[in-house]
T-cell receptor, first 114, second 111 residues
Framework: DVKVTQSSRYLVKRTGEKVFLECVQDMDHENMFWYRQDPGLGLRLIYF???????EKGDIPEGYSVSREKKERFSLILESASTNQTSMYLC?????????????FGPGTRLTVT | QKEVEQDPGPLSVPEGAIVSLNCTYSNSAFQYFMWYRQYSRKGPELLMY????GNKEDGRFTAQVDKSSKYISLFIRDSQPSDSATYLC???????????FGAGTRLFVKA
């Protein structure tokens, strides 16, 4: 059974803190993604990675960075958390090749920045 | 204008009803059209995908794509309370990394 896991389900952080969100997949997928999901806005792509140490900006990368040191792990970093980064964060992965459209999502991390 | 528009609902129907969920889009280059289902406090899961135009059926679910109108639909027959979830449409270019998601329609099926 394919699996994407995220380090925390709920997280509360203070403004200005550095925040790390971790995602691990056990499917040997090449591509990994970080999205945020907000009511009325749907899923918006923050960053994606198509290989170890490779990354590309998505639509809303400002205030975020990512790290992919191992194939199975993709980390999202909020360098200095702000209240407008309060959101649901979803990690996803897809295989390389023809089934690139089939994204497998983790359960999400609900982050609150106070 | 958003690339993908989806009515957020909520949509409330009685058990057994036929449900129609829809999205419109603006980029005529999209070739892959997906529907994801997201239960409360879970991540989305792929329900169906269609390549280019046409219909695809899987049990009680039918996905339709009308590229000439830039309109996609998901029909659920004999809806069940277990179908209560948020349904997200999504679209992608051939070979593209990027998938554009609709905002999701929240569906409630009442027993």
């Amino acid at each position: 059974d394919v699996k994407v896991t995220q380090s925390s389900r709920y997280l509360v952080k203070r403004t200005g803190e550095k925040v790390f969100l971790e995602c691990v997949q056990d499917m040997d997928h090449e591509n990994m993604f970080w999205y945020r999901q907000d009511p009325g806005l749907g899923l918006r792509l923050i960053y994606f990675s198509y290989d170890v140490k490779m990354k590309e900006k998505g639509d809303i990368p400002e205030g975020y960075s990512v790290s992919r040191e191992k194939k199975e792990r993709f980390s999202l970093i909020l360098e200095s958390a702000s209240t407008n980064q309060t959101s649901m964060y979803l990690c996803a992965s897809t295989p390389k090749g023809q089934r690139f459209y089939e994204q497998y999502f983790g359960p999400g991390t609900r982050l609150t920045v106070t | 204008q958003k690339e993908v528009e989806q009515d957020p609902g909520p949509l409330s129907v009685p058990e057994g009803a036929i449900v129609s969920l829809n999205c419109t889009y603006s980029n005529s280059a999209f070739q892959y059209f997906m529907w994801y289902r997201q239960y409360s406090r879970k991540g989305p899961e792929l329900l169906m995908y269609t390549y280019s135009s046409g219909n695809k059926e899987d049990g009680r679910f039918t996905a339709q794509v009308d590229k000439s109108s830039k309109y996609i639909s998901l029909f659920i027959r004999d809806s069940q309370p277990s179908d209560s979830a948020t349904y997200l449409c999504a679209m992608s270019l051939t070979g593209g990394f990027k998938t554009i998601f609709g905002a999701g329609t929240r569906l409630f099926v009442k027993a």
